[in-house]
């Protein structure tokens, strides 16, 4: 399969199984492509934190109703919210998402 790189519009034979790269095995677009993964993965963060901190601003019969909506209970939704907290945590930077 020939796949074209995002950075140098380079063509290239994907040599691996799986997802599609987006950068060609060039070393400079492999190191741009991590660079821009790892912003894409701040920029999730970013948004995800900022979900979970609007969430946190909503009062009880609010988030009452969304776990409802979402077919949870409250306390469910609550340890989904948390939960998710954690995941998003990669421990690159050795504390939690909550320290982070
Ligand atoms: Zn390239």
Redesign the pocket.
Known sequence: MICT?I??G?EFEKNAKGRTPL??Y?PE?RLKLAEKQAEDDRMRKRKYRARVRKARKMSLSEIADLANKAGMTYGQFVAAMEGGTHEEADGSCGRTAKGC
Do not use: L, N, P, V
Request: glycine share 0%.
């Open positions: 790189c950075f140098c380079k950068a060609c060039d677009c």
